[in-house]
């Protein structure tokens, strides 16, 4: 069955990194779109980065030039490499697959979701 399990969640300090990992398994992982949502207590879920079949990628304006997504098809993951970590990026993160769409920050346009991960940006 298809399954996404994120991992690589944890506490950091204002200005420090985490990179989230999300492994994929039951589908093929070349196929489809990947998006990377957030959610904080109290807000809705938000999109943050996208990464298409092909490569393309998509930010939200709140984490440009911070975060990074990449994905490795061989491995079967999609990564969110985060930098410069502020007090407004702590939220649970799950990662989505996405079939198709026209909007990519969409979460009606992904079919499967992890279960997410808590990042917690703290001093």
């Known amino acids: 069955q298809v399954q996404l399990v994120e991992s690589g969640g944890g506490l950091v300090q204002p200005g420090g990194s985490l990179r989230l990992s999300c492994a994929a398994s039951?589908?093929?992982?070349?196929?489809?779109?990947i998006g990377w949502f957030r959610q904080a207590p109290g807000k809705e879920r938000e999109g943050v980065s996208c990464?298409?079949?092909?490569?393309?990628?998509y930010y939200a304006d709140s984490v440009k030039g911070r975060f990074t997504i990449s994905r490795d098809n061989a491995k079967m993951s999609v990564y969110l490499q985060m930098n410069s970590l502020k007090p407004e990026d702590t939220a649970v993160y799950y990662c989505?697959?996405?079939?198709?769409?026209?909007?990519?920050?969409?979460?009606?346009?992904?079919?499967?979701w992890g279960q997410g991960t808590q990042v917690t940006v703290s001093s």
């Open positions: 039951g589908f093929s992982l070349n196929y489809y779109a």
């Open positions: 990464i298409t079949r092909v490569g393309s990628t």
């Open positions: 989505a697959r996405r079939p198709y769409g026209s909007s990519w920050s969409r979460p009606s346009e992904y079919d499967y």
